[in-house]
Structures are given as structure tokens and as C-alpha cells.
């Protein structure tokens, strides 16, 4: 075999199918990749592999698992690299760390995502200092209002209101029932106008239809009148 025309993966795989155990012609094509490095010490050496840590560490995912998987605890010399990351910080602190991490929360700080994340997975609450960060996002501030706050987010209603999506999720979750403010934004989609008049209004939306009628799928179910009307008195 060339050893010199064969990938970390190819390698990698060898060792595994093949030879079933540790492959030492192949170590140090394998250790050129963070990814096969880590797959090789979980999977073929069941441990650490000191040998190969300086190139695993260059990766902030494959340094997150090496430290999950392999070391099974922290691993001091590739958090500097794991900070690069947010989502491999939260992912750090919730699965070695077990616990916040404040080293990593300037990081995790930065992204709406895995701020909301790490309040629920990691604080288990209102993260406060995250929350401006977390309502750049309309995605990730319903999310924070239905699995942090558990009920209306005053502060993230106008955030919210920018999608079609989660206007409609908010209204049906925490308003039960219409959300003025919101509805110029929520039927600018026919699929959201179509199921806020469905479950929300319960009944035809005349100031929605044009939108509702441009798309030929959802014109159909509401021209069906198909809606949960509620029964007479």
C-alpha cells in the first residue's frame, strides 16, 4: 500500500475494518486530521492519544468531543480553542463542565441561539445579561418566552413580531387569541395568515385574503372554509 496517497480517512477506516485495531503505518497520516485523530482514540485506542492532541486542539468541535468522549473531563489545554465557539463553549459547559462556565459566557453572550441554550440547559433560567442578544432574534426570543419565561415576554413582543412564524406561535401560545399589533406583519405569509385565521381567528380574515389567495396550496384550504368554528350559543 502508498502510504503517501492515502487520506486520514481512508486510513482511519483501514485501521477499523480492516486491521481492527491499531494500525501504527497509518498513525501519522491519521493524526493530520483533528476528525480522524479523535474517531481513532475513541474508536481504535478506546483513550487518550497524546500523540495526536496538539493537531486535535487546532479544532474547537473535535477538541469539545475529544474532551467529552476520550478525556472524559476537562481538557485545560484546548479551552482556548473551544472559546472561539459559542455553540462548542455551551456545548463544553453543559457536557464536561456540567455547569455554567463563566470563562465562556463572553462568547456565548454573542449569539441569540446558544444564549438561549445555555439559560435553558445550563443556568435552567432567565439568563439576564444575554437577554439584549437574545432579542435580535425572533426565533430564539419566542423560544426564551415559551421554555425560560414560560409565559408573554414584554421586552420581546417586538422582536417577535417581526416574523410571520413566530407571530402567529406567540398569539397562539400566550395570547390565545388575536394580536392586533402583529397582524400586519403575519399576513405578509400566506401560510401563517392562513393558519392564524384558522386557529386564531377562527373564521374568514377579509383584510388577509389577497396575500392568503396568492398561493394556490393555501388558498385551497381556506377557500374549503374548513375552520374550527365555535359552536352557537
Known amino acids: 500500500m502508498d502510504l503517501e496517497k492515502i487520506t486520514p480517512e481512508f486510513a482511519y477506516k483501514y485501521a477499523l475494518d ?15 486530521s483533528p ?3 479523535y474517531l481513532y482514540a475513541l474508536n481504535i485506542i478506546d483513550g487518550r492519544w497524546p500523540e495526536a492532541e496538539a493537531i486535535i486542539k487546532t479544532d474547537s468541535y473535535w477538541a469539545y468531543q475529544y474532551a467529552c468522549d476520550v478525556i472524559g473531563g476537562r481538557w485545560s489545554e484546548a479551552e482556548a480553542i473551544i472559546l ?12 464536561v463542565i456540567k455547569g455554567r462556565w463563566p470563562e465562556g459566557e463572553t462568547t456565548i453572550i454573542t449569539s ?4 438561549y441554550r ?16 437574545i432579542l435580535i432574534s425572533p426565533t430564539w426570543s419566542y423560544m426564551y418566552s ?17 416574523s410571520p412564524e413566530w407571530a402567529y406561535q406567540y398569539a397562539l401560545s400566550f395570547i390565545k387569541g388575536r394580536w392586533p399589533e402583529a397582524e400586519a406583519t403575519i399576513m405578509t405569509s400566506p401560510e401563517w395568515a392562513f393558519w ?17 389567495n396568492s398561493d394556490s396550496e393555501w388558498a385551497s384550504l381556506y377557500k374549503k372554509g374548513s375552520f374550527r368554528h365555535k359552536p352557537e350559543a
Open 18 to 32: 480492516v486491521v481492527k485495531g491499531r494500525w501504527p503505518e497509518g498513525e501519522e497520516i491519521i493524526k493530520t
Open 146 to 162: 415559551y421554555y425560560i419565561i414560560k409565559g408573554r415576554w414584554s421586552e420581546g413582543e417586538a422582536t417577535i413580531m417581526t
Open 196 to 212: 392564524y385565521s384558522y386557529n386564531i381567528i377562527e373564521g374568514r380574515w377579509p383584510e388577509a385574503e389577497t396575500i392568503i
Open 112 to 115: 441569540p441561539e446558544w444564549a
Open 118 to 133: 445555555y439559560a435553558r440547559d445550563v443556568i435552567g433560567g432567565r439568563w439576564f445579561e444575554a437577554e439584549a442578544t
Open 35 to 37: 476528525q480522524w485523530a
Open 84 to 95: 472561539s465557539n459559542p455553540n462548542h463553549t455551551c456545548c463544553y459547559a453543559y457536557g
